[in-house]
């Protein structure tokens, strides 16, 4: 489409890529079908920035569009999602602005309903509702009542889901977020928020469920401990720039203890075994549920393997993720050498366990199936048998978001 908008335009979409060239053709057709819902495309001018994080991999999109420019900005390194929105936002024209994820999914109306809502009540900063899969939606009434509230951030968690809910005047993006960077990817919307709170600033809420949250990318079941760093960087961003008060920065630390206590069960607090079992199963359903997820698809697990030339592999964990992994894959074209676990037996003596102090044959990869995965874990597993170590939640989310696109 020729460039027709000289100073500026209504909307800018920001689109961070990494390893994202798949998605460009399916992101430019959702936004086509958005400005053809009641006509936007004659009300509103509408520009996507790409920004590609992942500079191995060049981006050339032959498509053509009717209703709206797009462009592609390239990173020179691997910089991470919140600078990635910084230098789109800093090469956009938008007066307002929404940052989508590569692989997010929004309703039709979603682009009309929000610059309708933000621009008829003349505000800043506006929040959509949706759905959490296929049939439960985003907010319940506490979340939703909590949307403006700093306190339930700072305790509870990120009231909102994703930044492809939100559309924001460019010019009311606090400069705090656009010059403290965050290096670990997964809380830097959470921070956004956060300073647009302090400022005493508003959202306001636009009920339509407008974006839809994909299982697959459930924030328990992936990139958990990324997640966890991600936080405490927000945290030391916040003390460093002074915004926060003291019994607010204690609340946030509060947040993060009962993150890391889940997700390494560890806590200065007393720990009872009941607890940790409600965790180990909190872990547990989650990936058990993703799995279903690829079931439903009709994907079958040996396929992640297979395009990897993972043929031979190890099962570390052989509980009852271990042994659901070992069922599935028994009768494939993938070999399961050996377990590792500290106690586990194969009563049918068919597939020989051992523990990590053992000699190790070497194998393609290794499975971790424990649901309480630690870095520490997997390294040490990494380096007593030199091989790549794959959890089995990522595994899970890779199958359910790649390998579905692909169909």
Known sequence: MENVYKNYIDISIIIPLYKGKKYCVRLLNIIEDNCLYKNLFEKCSIEIIFVNDYPDEKIIIKEKTKFFDYKIVEQEQNMGIHASRVKGIMNSRGIYIIMLDQDDVVMDSWLYSQWNKIVSENASYCVCNGWNGRFRILWDEERRKNINNLEYYLTIGNAIRSPGQVIIKKDYIPQEWKENIQSCNGADDFLLWILILKKGEKFIINDECLYYHTPERNQESIDSLAMLDSLKETEKILRRIGVMRSKEIELFNKQIDNLEYIYYHKSSNAINIHERRYYKFYKMFFVMLDWMNIKNKDIKIEEFFLINHYFNIAIYG?????????????????????????????????????????????????????????????????????????TISDLLVILGTDMGNRQ
């Open 318 to 390: 052989m509980g009852y993720i271990g042994e659901c992994l070992f069922n599935e894959l028994n009768n494939s074209d993938i070999c399961i050498k050996y377990g590792i676990d500290r106690s586990a037996i194969d009563f049918q003596k068919e597939l020989p366990i051992y523990k990590i102090e053992d000699d190790l044959e070497k194998v393609d990869a290794v499975v971790m199936t424990v649901a309480e995965n630690n870095e520490n874990l997997i390294d040490t597993v990494k380096k007593k048998i030199g091989c790549p170590v794959v």
